[in-house]
Nanobody
Framework: QVQLVESGGGLVQAGGSLRLSCAASGLFFGGDAMGWYRQAPGKQRELVAAFISGANTVYADSVKGRFTISGDNAKHTVYLQMNSLKPEDTAVYYC?????????????WGQGTQVTVSS
């Protein structure tokens, strides 16, 4: 089992910055990949940024150049630095750990942290 705890959300004005943190605990396997998703009211949860295949990263087009994902493998933590925030970035942000074991995919989620960007 894996537990994920996010922190760092809050209220910020448009153009501002926030840094989200996610600390993972539990049992880990090589190949586990961590990332960030978000869900705005009335919308589906969507990928924001994630590590894939080791240190490679993927970003949603809407956040490229503004958000940066980073991590500390030794501490099983992942961060999301969000700059030049826009009102459309308002959402609940979820930390995710994706795992593939014996051909089966597993997703673990944190409880979410609210990010609100005012115009």
């Amino acid at each position: 089992q894996v537990q994920l705890v996010e922190s760092g959300g809050g209220l910020v004005q448009a153009g501002g910055s926030l840094r989200l943190s996610c600390a993972a605990s539990g049992l880990f396997f090589g190949g586990d990949a961590m990332g960030w998703y978000r869900q705005a009211p009335g919308k589906q949860r969507e990928l924001v940024a994630a590590f894939i295949s080791g240190a490679n990263t993927v970003y949603a087009d809407s956040v490229k150049g503004r958000f940066t994902i980073s991590g500390d493998n030794a501490k099983h933590t992942v961060y999301l630095q969000m700059n030049s925030l826009k009102p459309e970035d308002t959402a609940v942000y979820y930390c995710n750990l994706a795992r593939v074991r014996a051909g089966a995919k597993y997703n673990y989620w944190g409880q979410g942290t609210q990010v609100t960007v005012s115009s």
